[in-house]
Structures are given as C-alpha cells and as structure tokens.
C-alpha cells in the first residue's frame, strides 16, 4: 500500500455513505490530490459499464467522474446483483463470476478476499488517496465473520475511519455511540471521527449534541452535513424511490410514471427527465397509483421474468395495455423492452424456473435469454422511424448496455456501435410513436432525444438547461467542505 487512504462507514444502510465518497473525491481532486474511490462488495442492480465492458456500482462509477478519472473495475472488484428467489449474480471484476443462492453466496464469501486485496493495491499503487466506502453497517454481528467489506478492509489497509450516522431518520445517538460500542477494541481504534450526516435545519441547535457524541464517544464530531435536496448525483439504492412522490395527479405539463418493479435497475435512466422544467416523474407499484399519465415507462429490471409476472398478478399489465389503447405513451428500456413483446424465453433457464412467459404484446417483438450477458458503452445512430424523431434522425446518441437477452424486431430505430462491432439493430416502436423499447440505459442524458420524445407528449422547451453532473459535484463538494474540519481531516488522513 503506498496511496494514503480514508475509509467511510456508516451506521446503517442509507447513512449517505456513497454522497460523502462523492463529494470528498471531489474536495480533494480540486485541491490536487490524486484520489480513487474504492467499495471492496456492493450490493446494487444500479450498476455502469466501464470503458472496457466491466461492470461497477453505479456509486463507485459516478465517485470515480467525480475525482476526474475514468471508472475502472479495481474500484468496485465484488458487485452483488439481487435476483429473484432469494439469489444474486455476482459480478467479480466486471464480469459474471457465478450466481448464488444468499447461504452460497455468505459460505465463499473468504474466497472473494483475494480479489478485494489484489484490487486495493492495484489502486494503491496509481493514486496518492484512496477514498474507501464500506457497506451497510460495521457492526451487523452475525454476518461479521465473513465481513470482506468493512472493518477487514480499514484492518487491512490500517486506515482511519469516519463513521457517518443519518439524523434525518432519528436516534442518532444510538446510531453513533451504538456501533463505536459495539466494535472490537482494534477496530475502535481506527474509528477518527464522526459525521452528523442529513441535518434538517439550524446546526447551532445541535451543539449540545456534539460535545454528548465526543464526551461519550471519545471522538472528535468532524462536521454537521446538512441535508441536500435535488443534489443531482445519481442515486445507487432504490430506497431513494421509497420517498418519491406517489400521487396521481400532477400540475406539470408532463406527467410520467415509472413502474417501481419489485428488481428496479439503473432507475437513474429518468433523472435527466425529471430534472426539466414541466416533467414530473413519479414511481408507481399499484394500479390505483397510475391515474392517467402522458406517459408510463417500464425501466430495467435484474429479473424480467419475475417482474413481469409481478405485473399481471398486481394488475398493473392489464392497467398499462388499457392506458396504451387510449393514448397514452408506453416505453420500456432493457428489462422493460423485452417485457413488452409478445414473448420471453429461457430455454436454459438462466434467469428462471420457467421456460417461457406470454409478454404485455404491445411491441411485436420475442425475447430469447442467453447464457453470455452484454455489456458495453455505446454510440447509438437514430434512424428516425417514426414522426417526432423526424426532427434527430441521423444524429448521435451514448450510453451503455447491461442485458442477457437478445430481442428479434423487424421495426428497430437505432444503429449500436460497440468497439469493434458496428451498426448492430436495436430497438422496437410502433408506427404512431407512442410505443417504443431498447436496450439502451443512459439514453435520455441525451439532450436531443430527451426534448423530441417530451415535445411528443406535449412539453414545451423553456430553453432551462438541466444541472450538469460537473456542477453538482461541485456543488455539493462546497456543501460538505463548509460543514466538515477539513484542517483536521487532512491530519488524520496525513496529508
């Protein structure tokens, strides 16, 4: 190990771990600083593709453009892709390593080690700081054993640690003074500071609670981060969409409605359509959620099988083809293209136990299950194929693919180029427009695309310029660096 290192724990999932890497990455490659991010396991279906076709966190891939660098697999070696029936692909380097029941998975779990150590290292051994994230929380005692992910990797690279508590969610007290009590004494010892993580309101009304935290604790509070709504950085846990907004009715020019699938994936596709002015976007997982909105979309799923049936015994299938005949726009993206076909199946059952599945029959497409998974980052060619795509037809698009299937349509309206493979079909729509489907995750970061589809369903363009993700990270980098000793968190880190 060369590179100094930082290590952010929290006292539970959703603590604002991956919002603290983000920003830190940020802080110090302003000052200078060469600086990775580094998560040793993740648990997510929001995953990105790196330049080389390997899959990482979503997290780990948007700390990395933060820092400035290009994401790379030794940032996220162990990525674990909840499934259905209680299993998960696990992800190891980027590529599929083998899919596991949840025991399996906790009984190999040393074996994994190895790739977690020769990755740290490997980043040690290119950047000055590396700044790690741990996973959920430190002290979950009967998993602690086989634990690849927090204390073992502070023990391994010796490196401080700041634990992170969430005060919006309440017991912050417990929470922090809580997990330093119940970590080993070694382990305690690396423990250098606290953070008030997602304060509502006056900080001056938590002086008290600071010297409580450090007179208990025994360790310094290194800041009160207040709590930062609309940040703009793509989300990583689905938790996120727990709190959206649910209703069926909408004051914005465009309503649309996510489907919240049970397995949602790279449910950060919408936030650039959420980010315009006159769009709202909501997450729906029950048909009296819908109401009639201009338009639904079916987003990328870790287990389409499963969520599609999901679907017809909600009765959200039966919702959305009734909404699709009377005009409102449907679309489906990966895990939602293949659902609205005609037919899924998997013949190897790689992704179920059934064999072949009847789907929603809005797009005249069939969907085939393959045993090689495709991932890539892509350049796209529109093809214009229908009216309100007249206006982009011809022009480029990016973004990335992450699927198993591969989905036969004779009405597609992309050309793919991936590395070497060039003009690759993808995509179906139907001739009115108002139904479509592909593979392609990232597609409405895409400026062009974006306001053609919402000028369709009735948007009108203000000429407001959503965020850049440059300037959120900057933004919230001044947040956390106003509210944390950052004097006193280069000494620890030792720079």
């Not at 040393?110 to 290292?121: E, P």
């Not at 606290?194 to 010297?211: A, H, S, W, Y």
């Not at 025994?218 to 709504?229: A, E, F, M, W």
Request: with cysteine; aromatic share 6%.
């Amino acid at each position: 190990m060369t590179a100094k290192t930082l290590m952010i724990q929290g006292t539970m999932s959703s603590a604002g771990k991956s919002t603290l890497v983000t920003a830190l990455c940020r802080i110090f490659a302003r000052r200078g600083v060469r600086v990775a991010p580094f998560k040793a396991q993740n648990m997510s279906n929001n995953a990105a593709v790196c330049r080389d076709g390997g899959e990482i966190g979503r997290a780990q891939y948007t700390q990395a453009l933060a820092a400035g660098i290009a994401p790379t697999v030794v940032m996220n070696p162990v990525l674990l892709k909840p499934e259905a029936d209680m299993r998960s692909q696990v992800i190891v380097n980027g590529r599929v390593w083998e899919t596991l029941p949840a025991r399996s998975y906790y009984e190999r779990k040393q074996a994994l080690w190895q790739y977690v150590t020769t990755a740290l290292d490997s980043l040690s051994s290119e950047y000055d700081l590396i700044i790690i994230e741990g996973a959920g929380s430190p002290v979950e005692l009967n998993l602690k054993r086989g634990d690849i992910v927090n204390m073992a990797v502070a023990r391994y690279a010796q490196s401080p640690v700041l634990l992170a508590g969430d005060i919006d969610r309440g017991g912050i007290f417990a929470q922090l003074l809580g997990t330093l009590d119940l970590l080993e004494a070694d382990e305690r010892a690396l423990v250098k500071g606290l953070i008030v993580n997602k304060f509502r309101g006056d900080p001056t009304l938590f002086e008290d609670g600071i010297t409580i935290l450090e007179e208990r604790g025994n360790v310094p509070v290194l800041g009160v981060v207040p709590y930062v709504k609309n940040h703009g950085i793509p989300e990583e846990d689905a938790v996120a969409i727990e709190a959206q907004n649910r209703t069926n009715e909408s004051s914005e020019q465009v309503d649309i409605a996510v489907v919240a699938l049970p397995r949602i994936a790279n449910f950060d596709d919408f936030d650039p359509l959420s980010s315009e002015i006159g769009v709202s976007v909501r997450y729906v997982d029950q048909t009296s959620e819908l109401g009639k909105p201009n338009a639904i979309i079916i987003p990328g799923t870790k287990s389409t099988i499963a969520d599609l049936t999901w679907l017809y015994e909600t009765g959200l299938a039966e919702a959305i083809t009734q909404l699709s005949q009377s005009g409102t726009a449907v679309v489906g993206i990966c895990g939602g293209y293949q659902m609205l076909g005609e037919s899924i199946a998997d013949p190897q059952q790689i992704e179920s136990a059934q064999t072949q599945i009847k789907g929603l029959g809005l797009l005249p497409t069939a969907t085939e299950f393959l045993t090689e998974k495709s991932t890539y980052q892509i350049e796209a060619t529109l093809t214009g194929a229908v009216a309100w795509m007249n206006g982009i037809a011809g022009q480029k698009i990016t973004g990335y693919e992450i699927h198993m299937g591969q989905t036969t349509s004779t009405i597609n309206w992309l050309k793919i180029n991936r590395q070497a493979e060039t003009s690759i079909p993808d995509g179906a729509i139907r001739p009115d427009g108002r139904v479509w489907g592909c593979y392609v995750h990232g597609l409405f970061a895409n400026d062009n695309f974006r306001r053609a589809w919402l000028s369709s369903l009735g948007w009108q363009d203000t000429g407001h310029d959503a965020m850049p993700l440059e300037r959120a990270f900057d933004n919230l980098a001044d947040v956390v660096e106003a509210n944390l000793d950052m004097t006193q968190l280069e000494s620890i880190i030792g720079l």
